[in-house]
């Protein structure tokens, strides 16, 4: 089968595309990723069965643009920049602009794709699903709604977002063929909003690399990068720096533990200045350390240099409250235990299956849990060994596969 994959952000950082579309391309599948190009450089991931459509978006050029052109020197000209910047974020402008960006992605696609005899389109959260539906229409072949989240409650979409995505979604919804979901209990919120559909779920376990883990050499590298004692312990948060995700209790909750305990935060995002000032701010940053984003390719081996994850979302939307993030897959994937919110999207993962304690969101409840982890740390390590032979990503593939099998099968 010939599949397009729609994709509203560059394919550099986005693991389970990524799993996805190489598992459909070793099926045999012949798989074309339409995304937006962010990044300069090539994605770090090559296929002969997978082909790259990377679309430059005007709008979002502009964005790039002024946000550089804001930090000059000229403060007449910046002083410009920035009531441009604060027209541009007026909610009513934003809804435009995104619909007009959307719609330019999708001209771009289906002009694209036009000497391509597709079979199915695979839409990669809401954010694509429009233009899905309306290659859909053209195309007149099924089309897949793969949900990595529960859009419309993500943090950084203001009440106008919401309203326009449910409304959009809600209709959009009975268009779909099949859905694609992370976790029982976000099925759960789409069976209640909208009605049942046939699904699969795919949960976002990365691809185990033994080798990769068992680079003993270079186990030493966040101790090497940050000049760390062998019996530190590292706790680590990785991921992108964003609201809501709780990164400011895990700063706080160093203070109320011993010296020995450091923290390192992989990753970047708009969040990244404030968390480091606040860091300055709490005098932690001979214990605190920030390191840059990392390739998915790569995130296991920088997983593997933590002694203890944090995963502290706060319950401030239902996408926070039921998602299952990468990183709980993550830290068990590379024997280390985690720390994580009491939500049922990890607690079912991480109670179930004793890789690490669920907590409330509180400064006090994350540092006694790391204390409590860290007293019985074999306990909780062997638990995540055993726990990585069930979460594999050649078992969570095989729905994803079956999935088209039967979509070809219908042809």
Same mark, same amino acid.
């Given at each position: ?129 429009? &233009? $899905?539906? @309306? ?8 089309? !897949?709604?793969?949900?990595?989240? +529960?859009?419309? =409650? ?83 948060? &990785? $991921?992108? @720096? ?8 895990? !700063?706080?909750?160093?203070?109320? +533990?011993?010296? =020995? ?151």
């Amino acid at each position: 089968m010939n599949i397009l994959m729609l994709l509203y952000k560059d394919i550099h950082y986005d693991a389970r595309v990524q799993r996805e579309a190489l598992a459909l391309a070793n099926d045999g599948h012949r798989v074309y990723i339409a995304c937006v190009r962010e990044y300069a450089d090539n994605p770090p991931f090559s296929h002969k069965n997978i082909t790259l459509i990377r679309i430059s978006i005007s709008v979002k050029s502009a964005k790039s643009a002024l946000s550089s052109g804001s930090s000059g020197k000229n403060r007449k000209k910046s002083s410009s920049l920035e009531l441009l910047t604060k027209l541009v974020r007026n909610p009513y402008i934003k809804v435009i602009k995104d619909f007009a960006a959307y719609f330019e992605f999708y001209k771009k696609v289906l002009s694209a794709i036009k000497e391509i005899d597709v079979d199915a389109i695979h839409s990669h959260d809401l954010n694509t699903l429009w &233009q $899905g539906y @309306l290659l859909r229409k053209v195309k007149k072949i099924p089309l !897949i709604y793969d949900s990595h989240e +529960l859009f419309n =409650e993500m943090a950084g979409r203001n009440s106008i977002d919401r309203k326009i995505g449910y409304y959009m979604e809600e209709r959009l919804y009975k268009k779909v063929d099949f859905l694609i979901t992370v976790n029982d209990a976000m099925l759960s919120q789409f069976y209640k909003r909208y009605g049942k559909k046939e699904f699969v779920i795919v949960q976002n376990v990365p691809i185990y690399c033994e080798k990769l883990l068992a680079d003993k050499d270079k186990r030493n590298y966040f101790r090497d990068t940050f000049s760390l004692k062998n019996n530190d312990v590292i706790l680590i948060y &990785q $991921g992108g @720096l964003s609201p809501h995700r709780g990164i400011e209790l895990c !700063i706080s909750a160093i203070s109320k +533990l011993p010296d =020995e305990f450091k923290l390192v935060i992989v990753g970047q995002g708009i969040s990244e200045s404030s968390l480091k000032s606040l860091t300055s701010e709490m005098k932690l940053n001979d214990r605190i350390f920030f390191h840059p984003q990392v390739p998915a390719s790569d995130i296991l081996w920088y997983t593997s240099q933590g002694d203890i994850g944090l995963v502290m979302y706060q319950n401030t939307s239902l996408n926070n409250y039921y998602s299952t993030p990468n990183k709980i897959f993550e830290y068990m994937q590379a024997g280390i235990p985690c720390v994580a919110s009491d939500h049922p999207g990890k607690r079912y993962i991480v109670d179930n299956y004793k890789t690490g304690i669920s907590t409330v969101e509180t400064v006090e409840a994350i540092a006694q849990s790391v204390l409590k982890i860290h007293s019985d740390y074999p306990y909780y390590r062997d638990n995540c060994i055993m726990a990585r032979e069930i979460f594999t990503w050649e078992n969570e593939k095989t729905g994803l596969l079956d999935l088209y099998t039967s979509i070809n099968a219908d042809r």
